[in-house]
């Protein structure tokens, strides 16, 4: 089934910003006194702006994705270059190493963080990137969240967790999408407040499944 997405009838729309506001990933905004869908990738399909338009100028409709003659979005030359093709990549096994993995459910004290290498990753990640079990997750811990849809700071939990063990590395793996900020900056007021040096780093994934640099 393909994805939705939205629709704006400029000649309805009066351009009062409404919509604009409710987007909370940043994709509409105005141009010339009129709402405009400036970046389609990322319109998330929930249609939060719908009810908030007074004039009843959104609308769905059927998101358009281009395929690979096997069935992958994008083209040939980058899935195949990536191994993400679904022909092209073998199957590999997971790499998930520990349970529970969701940041909030995660014991500061468990004794798998001991000395561990910690991914901290949206979760919307593992399934835009095609290779994230082995390019992100082999020999690491993870923790997974959505900023957006626990509606919490992680920081606190994540300060813990860097606190109580002697964490070798962090790796951040998010979206490119605004609402991900907030996994990262959790991350960095975490590793600002647990008072040691930890090298970290930050990968961020295009909502086409691209690693960008």
């Not at 798998?112 to 901290?120: D, I, Q, R």
């Not at 020999?139 to 700071?153: A, M, Q, R, S, V």
Request: one cysteine or more.
């Amino acid at each position: 089934m393909q994805a939705k997405i939205i629709k704006i009838n400029s000649k309805k729309c009066r351009g009062c910003g409404l919509c604009v506001s409710t987007c909370h990933q940043g994709a509409i905004g105005l141009v010339n006194g009129k709402a405009v869908l400036l970046k389609e990738n990322f319109c998330d399909g929930l249609g939060l702006c719908l009810p908030a338009c007074p004039e009843g100028a959104i609308s769905f409709v059927q998101r358009k994705e281009e395929k690979l003659p096997c069935g992958c979005p994008g083209t040939h030359s980058k899935a195949i270059k990536r191994k993400e093709c679904a022909v092209a990549a073998p199957v590999h096994a997971s790499q998930l190493g520990q349970w529970p993995i969701q940041i909030k459910l995660v014991p500061a004290n468990a004794p798998y963080l001991k000395n561990a290498k910690v991914l901290v990753s949206a979760d919307c990640a593992a399934y835009a990137y095609g290779n994230f079990h082995n390019e992100f997750m082999k020999n690491k811990i993870t923790l997974i969240g959505c900023p957006k849809l626990d509606d919490e700071d992680y920081t606190k939990k994540i300060t813990a967790i860097l606190k109580a063990n002697n964490i070798k590395a962090v790796t951040v793996a998010r979206m490119e999408v605004p609402c991900c900020s907030g996994i990262e900056n959790a991350v960095k007021d975490a590793l600002k407040d647990c008072g040691k040096m930890i090298p970290w780093q930050v990968a961020t994934i295009s909502t086409e499944g691209n690693l960008l640099d």
